[in-house]
């Protein structure tokens, strides 16, 4: 999408804006997918009379790749010229998501330093702290909202969004005759898809509530084994709620992750942009359970009810049976229960630090190590195909020019697809943790700071080695992930209020019960941080507004060409130059709603 006309000569034009790789990339894999009627081959992997079609991807270009890596690992920050290259080779949307890594970790950089400060400094649940933190959240919520206009316009995308990819499982229920353009439309009911999304409300209840369950049910285990039991093995006993959570909820979590994917499917939605938001959304409800669920029953339920709740943990007697010796080993005191506060800190210290290393061992080393003895083992069968049965062997026929480039195509065939969602998740469910979290252990940021300067580095390692090529695809955002963002910003203003007022100055007594709390006062506090919050919003979002930037200067400099060319075809260059002169001034308000105006010519 652009603002003005290309050239008319089609070479001048060309020479002033190449090909990129990416856009060659792109057409050619819609030309073999799109279907018969838009030009295309209409070869659509696993599906149809295609079915025996694995798939359809372009091959790395290994020099690059080399070379790109090479080039990262001798730099400390990236800059728009990096951001160009991936954009160039790799499209717009996989730019998006390493603009927005790379915006993220330079904001890290301040509430880095900020943090380590305030832990010298102030300590743990300090008010001003919480204060800063809520003000750099809204910050770069609204800093990127601005930007990823910005990065749109400057890489020609902008409103790209309305062009999306229609998906083949898309069933229409009538066809009609576009009065514009001619065009053959096929449309399905608005009302029935919106009866079908109202599934998603059960679905979030239901999934809540299972993934809340196990949670719930391995917490209580956890405090009754740590804080209860007295018995043998205790030290062994304390990780069984570790040991269930990791058997257990994957699969849980890949069974409602099932129910969601069939449930977008029921939705019907005729784009793939459209069913990928959908399809989001429902997974940020299963991250948000999964991922701030256990620290919110330690702050809210633990510390403040712990004393009322614990002699009723006597229920999981029945997981350490095997090993007590006696009653008395396995039965809550009716006197003289500690609360542990440090409790908390450590659950976060957990989720902000020894989680995030596990995460990129788990995306990185354990892919890489799983690859190359998979294909070991894969040699080593082939090896002995070939002694039983030549015809087996599909390397056999190779002829000896085509060799090395079927068996590299073989080889990258084997890959992963690389999906950029999975990254964007990582990040959105890091960024909840610095937003609702960070007021318990103020040095959240540096652990993230550090994290994500080799979360850079080791996402481009995955798509160059761990992953097959991924097919360039154009955006104009990071879609529904920035609304994710919103809401976990305003989500910290609440978690922030409660748990500074709940735990400042330790939130317990000397005798380990917590301080006697008055629930309106906990109510209010929030109710005055979240509208607080949202007038602060207002502020930055209008203050960040007046900010000029390259991409809004790109834009009124092409409006104003356009403007200036049809003065000159009206009333000749001469008095064009009298009347406008050669420079072009600020003037109208750049936003989203203005770069997708009328005006914008595909």
């Not at 898809?193 to 209580?220: E, K, M, N, W």
């Not at 007295?230 to 709620?241: M, Q």
């Not at 003895?373 to 020019?401: C, G, I, M, W, Y």
């Not at 695809?473 to 879609?479: E, F, H, L, Y």
């Amino acid at each position: 999408m652009r603002t003005a006309a290309p050239e008319k000569d089609i070479q001048q034009a060309i020479e002033e804006e190449p090909i990129t790789e990416a856009e060659r990339l792109r057409l050619v894999y819609l030309l073999i997918t799109k279907p018969h009627s838009e030009g295309g081959a209409g070869i659509t992997p696993k599906r149809g009379e295609w079915e025996n079609v694995e798939s359809i991807f372009p091959l790395h270009d290994h020099q690059f790749n080399k070379k790109w890596i090479t080039e990262w690992a001798t730099k400390y920050f990236l800059d728009v010229k990096d951001l160009t290259v991936i954009r160039d080779r790799f499209g717009e949307k996989i730019a998006f998501y390493f603009a927005f890594l790379q915006s993220y970790f330079m904001f890290l950089i301040f509430p880095a330093a900020f943090g380590f400060s305030s832990w010298v400094l102030l300590g743990h649940y300090s008010p001003i702290y919480a204060i800063v933190n809520c003000l750099w959240c809204v910050t770069f919520v609204e800093y990127w909202r601005k930007q990823e206009i910005d990065l749109a316009f400057q890489w020609n995308v902008t409103g790209i969004g309305k062009i999306q990819l229609k998906r083949p499982e898309f069933r229409h229920e009538r066809e009609f005759t576009d009065p514009v353009t001619g065009e053959k439309m096929k449309t399905y009911s608005p009302f029935k898809r919106l009866a079908r999304q109202a599934l998603q409300i059960p679905f979030a209840i239901i999934a809540a509530a299972v993934l809340g369950s196990l949670i719930c049910t391995c917490f209580s285990i956890e405090i009754f084994i740590s804080e209860i039991y007295a018995g043998p093995f205790k030290s062994y006993l304390v990780f069984l709620p570790t040991v269930i959570l990791t058997i257990v909820m994957p699969a849980l979590s890949s069974i409602l992750t099932g129910f969601a994917s069939r449930l977008t499917d029921i939705e019907n939605y005729e784009t793939t942009d459209a069913y990928e938001s959908a399809m989001i959304q429902k997974i940020f409800v299963l991250n948000f359970i999964t991922s701030y669920l256990p620290i919110i029953l330690t702050a809210f339920v633990y510390v403040p009810f712990a004393s009322v709740l614990v002699p009723y943990l006597d229920v999981f007697q029945l997981t350490v049976k095997p090993f007590a010796e006696n009653e008395k080993q396995m039965t809550a005191p009716t006197s003289g229960f500690e609360i542990n506060p440090d409790r908390l800190k450590k659950q976060v210290i957990y989720f902000t630090v020894t989680a995030q290393i596990v995460n990129l061992a788990l995306e990185v080393i354990v892919p890489y190590v799983k690859r190359r003895v998979f294909r070991k083992v894969k040699e080593v069968q082939a090896n002995s195909t070939k002694k039983s049965d030549r015809k087996q062997d599909h390397t056999a026929t190779d002829l000896p020019e085509e060799h090395d480039f079927l068996t590299r195509v073989r080889n990258e065939a084997e890959l992963g697809i690389y999906d950029v969602a999975t990254d964007f998740r990582e990040m959105i469910v890091q960024f909840g943790y610095l937003s609702l979290f960070s007021v318990v252990w103020p040095l959240t940021a540096v652990s993230f700071l550090i994290n994500n300067w080799i979360e850079l580095r080791s996402d481009a390692l995955k798509i160059t080695l761990e992953t097959q090529r991924p097919i360039p695809w154009r955006a104009d955002s990071i879609g529904p992930w920035i609304d994710s963002l919103g809401f976990l910003a305003w989500f910290g203003s609440l978690t922030s209020a409660a748990l500074v007022y709940l735990f400042s100055g330790d939130g317990v007594g000397t005798d380990g019960s917590p301080r006697k709390l008055a629930g309106w006062a906990l109510l209010l506090t929030m109710f005055f941080a979240e509208h607080i919050f949202l007038a602060v919003q207002l502020a930055v979002r209008y203050g960040i507004s007046k900010i000029d930037s390259p991409g809004q200067q790109k834009l009124r400099r092409e409006r104003f060409s356009i403007r200036r060319k049809y003065l000159e075809e009206a009333l000749g260059k001469a008095d064009t130059d009298r009347f406008v002169g050669n420079s072009f001034t600020a003037g109208e308000k750049i936003d989203r709603k203005s770069l997708e105006g009328k005006d914008a010519l595909v």
